[in-house]
């Protein structure tokens, strides 16, 4: 069932399936600039163009850009120098939501925080098979 929506770029009402965030006027003006941005990476002197090269270029917005990367329209292995920001810290990545130092540091806080449980846990099992007595 379609729902009614307003499209983010010029919000205008279009029936929302699923299939794309933008009305079909929108999603074809983007399709546009998509050929426009992959006729010029497909020249070879454009095949390692950034994306501050690409966007001065083709006057293609920079989160457009970045939407094509993360949706595989425009693959990192072809143009090395794609990416789209991480979540985190904003350096150019080229799969997930972070890049791989923030993964790194992630995975780091997660073993400190497992590590710390580990200790607690054990400290708890250790204090219940202590007795005490009373002296008199």
């Given amino acids: 069932m379609a729902e009614l929506r307003n499209c983010p770029s010029c919000n205008s009402f279009f029936n929302y399936t699923g ?10 003006k983007e399709e546009d600039q998509y050929q426009e941005v992959y006729r010029f990476l497909r020249k070879r002197e454009n095949r390692a163009a950034n994306v501050d090269r690409i966007v ?18 425009l693959h990192p292995a072809m143009f090395p120098n ?4 991480c979540d985190n810290c904003g350096r150019l990545t ?13 995975k780091s806080e997660l073993r400190t ?3 710390a ?3 607690r846990d054990e400290m708890n099992r ?4 202590t007795y005490h007595s009373e002296k008199k």
């Fill in 19 to 28: 299939m794309r965030e933008v009305c079909h006027n929108c999603a074809q």
């Fill in 56 to 73: 001065e270029a083709t006057s293609v917005e920079r989160d457009l850009l970045y939407k094509w990367v993360r949706k595989g329209r």
């Fill in 82 to 85: 794609l990416g789209y920001p």
């Fill in 94 to 106: 080229t799969t997930g939501k972070l890049c791989e130092k923030c993964q790194n540091e992630l």
């Fill in 113 to 115: 925080l497992e590590a």
């Fill in 117 to 119: 449980q580990e200790f």
């Fill in 126 to 129: 250790q204090n219940r098979a």
